[in-house]
Each structure stands twice: as structure tokens, then as C-alpha cells.
């Protein structure tokens, strides 16, 4: 089993990974060090993922300290199995919206949702409206790619102009941050 207990130690490995396997579509480490730091700060214990790929983000906010849900279409290999982090990533395969709303509407304490699935616009909007009934005070949603993706920003973008409290973070894809309040 390899244990990775720290930032370095993570990226260190995702890097091996990626020059061996070629690896790609994953978020910077500055992003993942973003939803880290969220989840240890806050003390939140379970995350919610669209969009698992490898498990790479998976991997970020389950080094933070949370159990992570995490959805994909697909069924990739996990960079996450053979270590510590996967006894707390728990793989979904199907889409984000028709399997969250079931477990998130037993959450009593603040959860983090990451967006990072269908960057079309009504996919992200779909995936966020999946959560949306359930969100309490204290959750926080983090979107990717509102950046690199104009459909997520003309999103965030639309969300901002209906007056969710959207804060813009200057990332090397883009990240948008709803801290539910
Ligand atoms: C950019 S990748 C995610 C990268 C990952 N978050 C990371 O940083 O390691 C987007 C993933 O979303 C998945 N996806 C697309 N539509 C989805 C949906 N409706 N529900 C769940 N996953 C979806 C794709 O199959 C793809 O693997």
C-alpha cells in the first residue's frame, strides 16, 4: 500500500503517473491544494465529485481529510487504488445528476461539491441544479474550468446575474467557488 499523507508526496506521485502513462485532463496542483485546503480548514468529511476521470481531484480532497462520492460515465482505471486515498473514494459509475440527490439529502453537516464533468452549458447547469434543492448553510460548491471552457463561464456568468454569491479564482483552468451561506 502506498501512503501518501502530504501535498508533495501527492503530486509526486500524480507526475510519475502522468509521464508513465501519458495521463492528462486532470486539474492543476494549485486547484487541487484549493479543495484541499477548504475541506481541512473547514473540517468537512464528505465530498461529492462530477466528473471522477482517474481520481486525481478525488485523490486532492481525500488527502484533505473528507470521504469522497465521485461520478464518472465512464469506468477508468483509479490512480487512487493501491493507496491510503482510496479507502476514502468511493466510485460511482453514471451520470453526477440522477445519482447525488439521494445521499446529499442525508447530509446533516456542510459537504463540498466539485463540478468537473460535462463542461457543456446545460451540463453544468444540470449538474449544479442536481444539487441545488439540497445545498445547507456551510456547503461549499467548487465548478472547474470557467476558464478553459467559455459554456462554464457563460454559466457562472448567468449564475452570478440571478445574485448567487460566486467568487472567481484565478486558476490555471479557472475555479468558481458558492459558498452557501
Ligand atoms: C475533466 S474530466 C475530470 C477530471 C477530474 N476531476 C480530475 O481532475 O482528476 C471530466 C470527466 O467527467 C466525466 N463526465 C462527463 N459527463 C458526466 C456526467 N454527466 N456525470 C459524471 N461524469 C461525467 C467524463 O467522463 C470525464 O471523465
Known amino acids: 500500500m502506498k501512503e501518501i499523507r ?33 475541506i481541512a480548514d473547514r473540517k468537512i468529511t464528505v465530498a461529492y465529485e462530477c466528473g471522477t476521470r482517474r481520481g486525481w481531484s478525488a485523490c486532492w480532497m481525500a488527502l484533505g481529510g473528507a470521504f469522497v462520492h465521485t461520478w ?13 486515498l482510496g ?39 444540470r449538474d449544479f441544479e442536481a444539487v441545488l434543492p439540497y445545498l445547507l448553510q456551510g456547503d461549499v460548491v467548487v465548478f472547474n474550468d470557467t476558464k478553459s471552457w467559455k459554456n462554464v463561464a457563460q454559466y457562472i456568468d448567468d449564475l452570478k446575474k440571478l445574485g448567487f454569491p460566486v467568487k472567481d479564482i484565478d486558476t490555471y483552468y479557472g475555479t468558481a467557488v458558492l459558498e452557501w451561506a
Open 6 to 38: 502530504t501535498p508533495d508526496e501527492l503530486i509526486a506521485y500524480g507526475r510519475a503517473l502522468q509521464v508513465a502513462h501519458g495521463f492528462k485532463g486532470w486539474i492543476s496542483d494549485e486547484e487541487g491544494e484549493i479543495l484541499r485546503r477548504y
Open 72 to 84: 464518472d460515465i465512464e469506468d477508468l482505471e483509479g490512480i487512487e487504488r493501491g493507496t491510503n
Open 87 to 125: 479507502e476514502r473514494i468511493q466510485r460511482h459509475i453514471g451520470p453526477f445528476d440522477l445519482g447525488v440527490g439521494k445521499p446529499l439529502n442525508y447530509e446533516k453537516e456542510p459537504v463540498l461539491i466539485f463540478i468537473d464533468g460535462d463542461h457543456s452549458y446545460e451540463g453544468v447547469q
